[in-house]
T-cell receptor, first 112, second 112 residues
Framework: DGGITQSPKYLFRKEGQNVTLSCEQN?????MYWYRQDPGQGLRLIYY???????QKGDIAEGYSVSREKKESFPLTVTSAQKNPTAFYLC???????????FGQGTRLTVV | DAKTTQPTSMDCAEGRAANLPCNHS???????VYWYRQIHSQGPQYIIH???NNETNEMASLIITEDRKSSTLILPHATLRDTAVYYC?????????????FGEGTQLTVNP
């Protein structure tokens, strides 16, 4: 079945450590997105990528980095520069034309 | 992408129609209106989208005003499982990977 997979579902890290969140899709979608969601709030765009080897900053890119070496994969690294990394992270992908976005089930990151 | 405004919260009785409004007064001619919903701690789920004409699928109906400055998502017979946050977004769909920005959404609570 085609879909978008995020792993792991829950992630714990110590403060000061970098951590990479995985996002993989087998939908042959060109575009992929990363969002952050804090309790009781909407989705905020971190980074997005329209094609392989290209990506753009979203609204809250500081303290995060991404890569897009393969069409299927768009990993997000939460660096130690991110002041408040504990949050729910969602990955999405879209195809061309007026197709809807597909979302992963999210990774809940807790930094202690 | 044009911004949207939605009420923060709404209530609906089980079995009745839920009508969720969305204002997008700065929408461009090539931007589509999309609706998603998010059940707690899950990834958002696509519901429906449209450009000018009203649309209906197995989940909902979308009514877009003639001037396209606002729209209404209709859940014809709301159930308790429809309790979720509903997001209205607008985006250009003819190009691959246009920026996909979410607002705060409307928390719909369906009451027994």
């Amino acid at each position: 079945d085609g879909g978008i997979t995020q792993s792991p579902k829950y992630l714990f890290r110590k403060e000061g450590q970098n951590v990479t969140l995985s996002c993989e899709q087998n939908l042959n979608h060109d575009a992929m997105y990363w969002y952050r969601q804090d309790p009781g709030q909407g989705l905020r765009l971190i980074y997005y990528s329209q094609i392989v080897n290209d990506f753009q900053k979203g609204d809250i890119a500081e303290g995060y980095s991404v890569s897009r070496e393969k069409k299927e994969s768009f990993p997000l690294t939460v660096t130690s520069a991110q002041k408040n990394p504990t949050a729910f992270y969602l990955c999405a992908s879209t195809g061309t034309l007026n197709t809807e976005a597909f979302f992963g089930q999210g990774t809940r990151l807790t930094v202690v | 992408d044009a911004k949207t405004t939605q009420p923060t919260s709404m209530d609906c009785a089980e079995g009745r129609a839920a009508n969720l409004p969305c204002n997008h007064s700065t929408i461009s001619g090539n931007e589509y209106v999309y609706w998603y919903r998010q059940i707690h701690s899950q990834g958002p789920q696509y519901i429906i989208h449209g450009l000018k004409n009203n649309e209906t699928n197995e989940m909902a109906s979308l009514i877009i005003t003639e001037d396209r400055k606002s729209s209404t998502l209709i859940l014809p017979h709301a159930t308790l499982r429809d309790t979720a946050v509903y997001y209205c977004i607008v985006r250009v769909a003819e190009t691959s990977g246009s920026r996909l920005t979410f607002g705060e959404g409307t928390q719909l609570t369906v009451n027994p």
